[in-house]
C-alpha cells in the first residue's frame, strides 16, 4: 500500500502544479535532491525500456524512492 500511497501523493502534486500554472502562478524550481533522483529514475525506465532490466528489477530499483513510513 505505500507505493501506491505515494502514486496517490504525487499525482495529488501534479494536480497542484497545474493548478497553479493555470492560475498564472510560477511554479517552483526543484532541488538538486529532486533533479537526481529524477534522473535516476529516468535511468531506471531507460533500462527498462532497452530490456536491460526486467519488470521486477525495474519496481525493486524504483521502491528505493518510496519512503519507508510504518
Known amino acids: 500500500m505505500l507505493f501506491i500511497d505515494s502514486i496517490r501523493i504525487e499525482v495529488n ?6 493548478r497553479q500554472i493555470n492560475s498564472g502562478m510560477e511554479p517552483r524550481t526543484k ?3 529532486s533533479r537526481i533522483s ?3 529514475i529516468k ?3 531507460d533500462r527498462f525500456n ?6 521486477q ?5 524504483l521502491s528505493f524512492f518510496v519512503p519507508n513510513e510504518i
Open 13 to 18: 502534486r501534479v494536480h497542484e502544479l497545474i
Open 38 to 40: 529524477e534522473q535516476q
Open 57 to 61: 528489477d525495474l519496481l525493486q530499483g
Open 50 to 55: 532497452s530490456n536491460q532490466i526486467t519488470g
Open 43 to 45: 535511468g531506471l525506465y
Open 31 to 33: 532541488g538538486s535532491q
